[in-house]
């Protein structure tokens, strides 16, 4: 075999029990390649990881390396369990154990502890190495894996879909993680991943898996000219299917979308009401408070809506008083409520976790912290709005239009404008997690001011709005599996061109009509 050549694998047949999943798969990776293993799902990607690894019997072909390099010499990260997640356990101990591979004896070694000494130096980690590993944000625990990895890693370094339940920002930084130690290092890498436009962005080399095997392996340059390159790739119809299939065959994602829709809808119904009343604003400082509340309940290790939402209904019943109080205006009520919170919040954060991942998805927004239960919450909150809009749809018309008059008629004004507030408020703490505190009030004003461009009546102000507010955010959230953007700022660039294009067609509609009238 060519000294320059690090592994060899040959026609590999891989598989569980009586299925095969890698089947008749050959490539071959030099000394410092970075090559990525992409493909549908199913095709193998993670399978052949592990025959290489000798983790799963092949069944036919060969892996050969190269002399002097040995299967326990390769650093693995594979995906990380729940259980892994959860793992009581200080930093320390969980590098060190990469250690295993060379250690003769029952303990480790001094060169033992220096080299993961000097793996958590590499990897900014040393500042929390006495941490507990189940205390540590998801991108500080892959740091910490692969941390581990180095430490057993000589020459080659696997890696099986390491940005899996990663934010897209720790994503890019891990991305560029990699490739530093490969360039800096020489270590060659190879990883799975599902991500193709970051594999061509990284890697030298593409091993594209499908379902009959191998469909290309070359460099980075020519895949981007082959058939299965071009078919990812292009910008059509059937890739944009394919790419939205992929992203919904992660629960992660399908929770984000489920919650999201729901979430686009409440507040595309409320935010006509506020838009209206002149109160859009009033989203902005609720979720300025809800951010606040998060950081202290995480600064306490207690769970964030606990505190987050009786602390923004709280606020969102002191604005309601605070607006009625002619010496303190209602933008500057907001003002004042908003930035104390957000103050509060910060200090909170730097006095104990700092701005850490979790920290920055209630800031930014992370479609990756949904959870079952917040979908729960989103269906109530759902059912509950679209419930009181249709129950109370011509009270809520007459407040909104002529509170003065509504108050005359007998009705309770004050109530709607309450139950309003309160609708808002568990609105604005369900939707932060997804779009970040700093972008959750767009959700509230871009829908009802897009509507509002070519709509004439309340009733279809409202509907369109609500329309308009779940297609802009299923469309963010593909501009966001696809670009690898955050999710918040791609709902609201969604948003900002609708809302172009709504301003356009309306101008247009109205010249048309005012020349009708001529």
Known sequence: ????????????????????AVNGVSFEL??????????????????????????IPMRGGSVDFADGLRRTDIGYLPQQTQAQRDFPATVREVVLSGCLNGSKGPFYSRADRSLANKNMEKLSITNIANRSYRELSGGQQQRVLLARALCAAKELLLLDEPVTGLDPVVTAEFYRLIKKLNRDSGIAVIMVSHDIECAVENANKILHLGSRGVEFFGTTEDYLKSDAGRRVLRGGGEAMFELIAEMLSYSFMRRALIAGLLVALCSALLGVTLVLK???????????????????AMALNVAPLKIS???????????????????????????????????VGVIAASLTTGLNTDVSGYMFGSVLLMGKNDIIACAAISAAVLVLYVIFYNRIFAVTFDETFAAATGTKTGLYNTLIALLTAVTVVVGMRIMGALLISSLIIFPALTSMRVCKSFRAVTAVSAAVSCVCFFAGLVISYAFNTPAGASVVAANAVCLIVFAAAGAIKNRISAKKFK
């Open 309 to 343: 939402v009786p602390v923004v209904v709280v606020a969102a019943f002191l604005l309601m008083r605070i607006n009625d109080n002619a010496k303190i205006k209602g933008d500057a009520a907001i003002a004042l409520i908003s930035s104390t919170a957000i103050a």
């Open 30 to 55: 030099e000394r410092g390649d970075y090559l990525c293993i992409v493909g549908e799902n199913g095709s193998g990607k993670s399978t052949l990881l592990k025959g290489i690894l000798g983790l």
């Open 1 to 20: 075999m060519n000294k320059n050549i690090l592994l060899a694998c040959r026609d590999a047949v891989i598989g569980y029990d009586n299925t095969v």
């Open 278 to 296: 002149r109160y859009s604003m009033i989203g902005d400082g609720l979720s300025h408070v809800g951010f606040g509340a998060a950081c202290v």
